[in-house]
């Protein structure tokens, strides 16, 4: 297909650059340490496969026509915790036109190949259901109405089991980490405020729009290829492999168009690929296994809900002496990526904040709940708003501004993390808060909403009347939030994942990028050949993008943890000076450009494999949790500007300033889009996303329940790309994708504090919480006014304690066994 | 798939897609998203929930953007339905983009891409109808397609530039 942009308009401000215009891409060039703030930069371009995607030419999983293909489906269980004692088709119906697939069935191991061998991937008659929406049996029919007649026919027999629901009840630990340095007791000694705090955050859904979906074709050789949304096509094929007893080519991964993945389709399409693929060589034919977003909600990995338990200590400036930080987090039924999760979890568990003695204790263990598992942040994001949140408080018991508490604490070059790592450099903590503050013009709205606060009458605590006024029905605030996040993979992972990325002169003269890295809207296949071809000073359009398939491109590592860019995209470039040097030699010193096409005219073609060495400098022992648990970090402030409802409770996230340090800038378009969507995606945490259990099900399983932010929630969103570079990749980039995961929610958090003057320790923020905490609905009576509160922190400040230990508005432990749950 | 496709008798519905009339037989209940989908083989049009919340399925009747998951076929009998097929200007060279799908192409408006045919429908819809490049009266028409990657600021964005104005 051939898509032609219509001529440039000129309406357009500034029109991007586009491949073809003559010009090489522009060169990256990596400027010395230097931290470089802005946005005024060539826009790069063009997406790639947009085109494709605007006019519905782009073929995701579910647009893929294979002739005869039938339609399969999953039967789970409806039990938390059982016996799976056993199940019966209904006589009446004629089983010879329906492929039933049990555990019996599976040729290799019964198990869903990741960090433990914990998950089957169908549980065997006899075996034990450990969570609610377990697939048990599969089907398949030529038919979408005999499959679901067929559905209606199987009954399962199941005997209960006692179920766990709460994670801090659970006596399986999937992972647990203690990370200490200095003297904690010592610390504590040396505090003059000491301040304690218990943060709850529960699950949250990726809500990709695509659904998950894998479509299975059997191959001629006895194995299978499936056709899928995916990040990650070699974790299929590794699942495959051990499943389904296939050899490496037997077992073909192919990503069709992803309609976003945010973590989501990390691990559970190796479930849905498997399960597609067994149908597929029970019933000989190509089999679709398309979730509707009910299953896909019900069934697949959510973010982890987490207890975050804080004791601090302070001196009266504010200085940061001690942190003991207890982390609890719930891995669902089986152990997916929780250790992974955890581990990055604990790692920012202390927040961007230079601190002499910490101890961190960790844990995650298993609940009879659905799996949970990566989701954009990966552990951050729940760790770092109670971090956040945290610092806020320490603010407000001090009388210290927000800004001046972070400025004092925030990590600078030479600092040590509690692992001991040294941050020798890319360090933007400072630039980051101030470029956002100033943007924002944080002090000056700060001094006006706490002046509005602070003549409001009745602030807050008349039952009844609240802080509403006959003139002021909403309340204003404004709130700032600093994070950090390692890029890539955690500790000696990328050394051990020794991903490769591959570069073809092919005999015509084009190149080509050879990658299993996937695209699932964030920019892979734009700025590949983006970096490819300002290497090699080629136009865009002369470097080609090969797809996604495990039979032609070499294994990358997975889509995930913010790699893409920085460490697949930093050996392509790699992989280009080699090819640009060997091309060069062999033709007389020409430059590539120019003799590219003598050069496979005569040579034929040329591939380089580029493989993944380790950063230098960079040591991490995973046995005691000591040195650099990445080789750098990216850094994010956030500005959140809030109006509160004081009849309704409702936040409405009016604006927000995001600065973002990702190394260096690759694609300003894309960057910016990655921190836009990342930015709402925390802002529907801290404010509408969560979910309600009862029994370990998920009661809002549908889209009509579990809410996402559309555009008139969504605020208006300023982005400023900074750039800290980091020396061990050739073009200095760190990393986006999950940055401006971790700074929303707290942002709003403490923009909800200024405008109503109370913490809010759970998210989400929900009217019901915001109520709550405004002393208009139950758990007023012991309610502390912000003065006694105040009081009690002030003299002596040497054991300031939550101040609102009774103003949690969620009495339940995270979820909810007996939760009443909501009208539907 | 609509519940009563497998009771309800098939029929023969006449509308026009894109411009280009279409008869289609098939029961009157059949979902027009999976008449689209499947009997016409336009799969540009995204399933994203199947039950009217997200809009990735929003095609225009009569100029009217509406979730193709939530209407019976058996409705738009002797309707004009648009599609994102039917956006960009076929050529001898190929496609070419329409102002809109240009904007979103420059912009940045489209990153996965799976809201994206229900969100050019619906901007499409508002700017046919005169919308201009108001911020507040974009979102408003847009606040029926949920789209998870770009927290909406380059859809915006494009959606004024295509209205003819600058942000």
């Known amino acids: ?824 | 798939m609509s519940g009563f496709e497998a009771t309800a008798d098939a029929a023969t519905w006449r509308f026009t897609v894109n411009g280009d009339q279409v008869e289609v037989v098939a029961p009157g209940m059949r979902r027009l998203l999976d008449v689209l989908r499947e009997e016409l083989a336009l799969t540009g049009t995204k399933e994203g929930c199947g039950e009217g919340e997200c809009g990735a399925c929003t095609v225009l009747i009569d100029g009217a953007p509406v979730d193709s998951c939530l209407v019976p076929v058996c409705q738009v009998d002797g309707a004009r339905i648009a599609t994102v097929e039917g956006l960009a200007e076929p050529s001898p060279e190929g496609l070419v983009l329409d102002s809109l799908q240009q904007a979103f192409l420059e912009a940045g408006g489209a990153q996965c891409g799976i809201c994206t045919p229900g969100m050019l429908m619906a901007a499409r819809a508002y700017l046919d109808n005169g919308g201009g490049a108001d911020e507040g009266a974009i979102r408003e028409a847009i606040a029926g397609n949920l789209c998870r990657c770009t927290g909406y600021t380059k859809i915006v964005e494009a959606i004024a530039i295509a209205a003819g104005g600058r942000r």
């Open chain 1, 1 to 824: 297909m051939t898509i032609r942009t219509s001529p440039s308009r000129t309406t357009t401000p500034a029109r991007p650059r586009r491949s073809g215009d003559g010009d090489a891409a522009d060169a990256l060039v990596v400027p010395d340490g230097v931290v470089m703030p802005g946005r005024a930069r060539p826009a790069g371009p063009l997406r790639r496969e947009g085109p494709a995607k605007l006019t519905g030419e782009a073929k995701y999983a579910d647009d893929l026509v294979f002739p005869g293909a039938w339609y399969g489906a999953t039967i789970r269980s409806t039990d938390a915790h059982a016996r799976f004692d056993g199940f019966d088709l209904d006589p009446a119906l004629d089983w010879s036109k329906i492929a039933v697939v049990t555990a019996q069935d599976i040729p290799g191991d019964n198990v869903v190949s990741l960090i433990s061998d914990d998950q089957p991937v169908l549980v065997p008659v006899g075996g034990e259901i450990q969570h609610h929406a377990e697939p048990l049996v599969l089907l398949a029919a030529a038919d979408r109405d005999t499959l679901r007649r067929a559905r209606h026919a199987v009954t399962v027999r199941t005997t209960a089991l006692a179920p766990v629901f709460d994670p801090l009840a659970s006596d399986h630990v999937f992972a647990h980490y203690e990370i200490t340095a200095g003297d904690l007791e010592a610390g504590f000694a040396d505090a003059e405020l000491v301040l304690e705090g218990t943060y709850r955050v529960g699950h949250q859904e990726q809500l990709y729009i695509e659904n998950n979906a894998m479509i299975a074709v059997p191959r001629e050789d006895g194995g299978v290829a499936v056709h899928g949304s995916l990040q990650c096509p070699y974790y299929i094929h590794k699942a495959m492999k051990r499943s389904l007893r296939l050899t490496d080519a037997q077992a073909q991964v192919i990503q069709a168009e992803t309609g976003g993945g945010f973590g989501g389709k990390e691990e559970y399409p190796s479930i849905v690929a498997l399960h597609a693929a067994l149908l597929a060589l029970k019933a000989g034919k190509p089999v679709r296994m398309i979730y509707d977003r009910h299953e896909d909600l019900a069934a697949t990995t959510k973010r982890h809900p987490a207890v975050v338990t804080h004791r601090t200590g302070f001196t009266r400036d504010g200085m940061l002496v001690a942190q003991d930080i207890e982390v609890v987090m719930d891995g669902g039924a089986y152990c997916t990526l929780t250790p992974v999760v955890l581990s990055r979890g604990a790692l920012h568990s202390g927040g961007p904040y230079r601190c002499a003695n910490v101890r961190i204790r960790a844990r995650a263990t298993r609940t009879n709940t659905p799996p949970n598992g990566a989701f954009r942040g990966f552990g951050a994001p729940q760790t770092e708003f109670a971090a956040e949140v945290q610092m806020g408080r320490a603010a407000e018991a001090l009388k210290i501004s927000p800004l001046d508490i972070r400025r004092r604490n925030l990590y600078r070059l030479g600092d040590e993390t509690p692992t001991g790592q040294v941050l020798h450099e890319s360090v933007a903590a400072e630039e980051v808060l101030e470029r956002a503050a100033e943007a924002a013009e944080f002090e000056g709205v700060a001094a006006r909403t706490s002046a509005a606060r602070a003549r409001r009458p009745g602030s807050g605590h008349v039952p009844g009347s609240a802080l509403r006024t006959s003139r002021d029905r909403t309340a204003s605030g404004i709130g700032v939030a600093l994070a950090f996040h390692g890029a890539g993979f955690t500790g000696s992972g990328e050394v051990k994942l020794a991903s490769v990325a591959s570069l073809e002169l092919d005999d015509t003269g084009r190149i080509r990028i050879l990658t299993g890295s996937t695209e699932m809207g964030q920019g892979t296949k734009t700025i590949f050949p983006q970096l490819v071809a300002a290497e090699l000073g080629l136009a865009v359009d002369d470097v080609d993008m090969a797809p996604q398939d495990t039979a032609l491109v070499p294994d990358s590592g997975p889509t995930v943890a913010s790699r893409t860019a920085m460490v697949v995209g930093g050996l392509l470039i790699q992989a280009a000076r080699r090819l640009k040097a060997r091309v060069e030699e062999r033709n007389g010193g020409g430059a590539f450009a120019d003799v590219r096409l003598a050069d496979a005219a005569a040579y034929g073609p040329t591939r380089i494999d580029q493989q993944f060495e380790p950063y230098p400098h960079v040591h991490f022992d995973d046995a005691t949790y000591r040195g650099d648990a990445y080789p750098a970090f990216g850094w994010a402030a956030c500005v959140a500007s809030v109006d509160v409802d004081l009849d309704s409770g409702e936040v409405t996230v009016r604006d927000v300033v995001a600065a973002d340090d990702v190394g260096k800038v690759i694609h300003p378009i894309l960057a910016e889009g990655q921190v836009e969507g990342g930015t709402l995606q925390a802002i529907g945490y801290a404010t509408i996303e969560e979910i309600k259990l009862r029994d370990g099900r998920y009661l809002n399983d549908r889209l009509a329940t579990y809410i996402i932010p559309t555009a008139l929630d969504a605020p208006r969103i300023h982005t400023i790309l900074v750039e800290a570079p980091y020396g061990g990749v050739p073009h200095g980039a760190k990393g986006i994708g999950e940055l401006p995961m971790d700074v929303g929610a707290p942002a709003v958090v403490a923009a909800i504090h200024d405008a109503i003057g109370a913490w809010i320790h759970d998210l989400p923020a929900s009217p019901e919480r915001i109520l709550a905490a405004l002393g208009i609905t139950p758990s007023v009576d012991q309610e502390p006014s912000p003065a006694e509160v105040d009081a009690t922190v002030e003299s002596p400040i040497t054991a300031g304690t939550d101040p609102r230990p009774d103003a949690r508005t969620d009495p339940q432990v995270m979820r909810g066994p007996r939760d009443p749950g909501e009208p539907r």
